[in-house]
Antibody, heavy 118, light 112 residues
Framework: QVQMVESGGGVVQPGRSLRLSCVASGFTFSSRGMHWVRQAPGKGLEWVAVIWYDDTNKYYSDSVKGRFTISRDNSQNTLYLQMNSLRAEDTAVYYC???????????WGQGTTVTVSS | DIVMTQTPLALSVTPGQQASISCTSSQSLLRSGEETELYWYVQKPGQSPQLLIYEVSNRFSGVPDRFSGSGSRTVFTLKISRVEADDVGLYYCMQGIQFPYSFGQGTKLEIK
């Protein structure tokens, strides 16, 4: 079945870096755009970034632009989020989500938790 | 950037009654006379968000017909008829017409 599994979360000090991964299965990963969405503790959903199926376009929220980089390896069915210069306000559960032209974000992973704290 | 505003932020509904959530966008979500890029998601306790409604009024696969969406351009509504205990969760609207995508603040549905 269609599935995405995130990993790479953890506790990290402010200013440090972390890379999240999202491994997809059950569909043709290389034909789908992919998103990262996050949710701070007790807060709502915040869209973070998107990457086109063929890596030709990437967009970011203003809150992460210049610090985070979305990328993908279609040969490994894997989506990445490189997070640099982390701040306390980046503490959140990070979800990857599949893009569909009609459905928007139609399938979500279970999330991975990032805690930025000294 | 497009701002999405939901009301109410919380509601408590008796089982079997109807729940209604409103969502407004700061810009039209109608894409050049074609589809309207408004989506509804629900996040049940301890779970990831899941798609309910796409393009304003279309139920996603497996979503009961108790859920219905309506609206146009900047004003949208999600209705849940005959609310059940399993409907408890946070409901979000989201615009997908331009980046950055944006969500409403979320509406917490509780059962009386």
């Amino acid at each position: 079945q269609v599935q995405m599994v995130e990993s790479g979360g953890g506790v990290v000090q402010p200013g440090r870096s972390l890379r999240l991964s999202c491994v997809a299965s059950g569909f043709t990963f290389s034909s789908r755009g992919m998103h990262w969405v996050r949710q701070a503790p007790g807060k709502g959903l915040e869209w973070v970034a998107v990457i086109w199926y063929d890596d030709t376009n990437k967009y970011y929220s203003d809150s992460v632009k210049g610090r985070f980089t979305i990328s993908r390896d279609n040969s490994q069915n894997t989506l990445y989020l490189q997070m640099n210069s982390l701040r306390a306000e980046d503490t959140a559960v990070y979800y990857c989500a599949r893009h569909d032209h009609f459905y928007g974000m139609d399938v979500w992973g279970q999330g991975t938790t990032v805690t930025v704290s000294s | 950037d497009i701002v999405m505003t939901q009301t109410p932020l919380a509601l408590s509904v008796t089982p079997g009654q109807q729940a209604s959530i409103s969502c407004t966008s700061s810009q039209s979500l109608l894409r050049s006379g074609e589809e309207t890029e408004l989506y509804w998601y629900v996040q049940k306790p301890g779970q990831s968000p899941q798609l309910l409604i796409y393009e304003v009024s279309n139920r996603f696969s497996g979503v009961p017909d108790r859920f219905s969406g309506s609206g146009s351009r900047t004003v949208f509504t999600l209705k849940i008829s005959r609310v059940e205990a399993d409907d408890v969760g946070l409901y979000y609207c989201m615009q997908g017409i331009q980046f950055p995508y944006s969500f409403g603040q979320g509406t917490k549905l509780e059962i009386k």
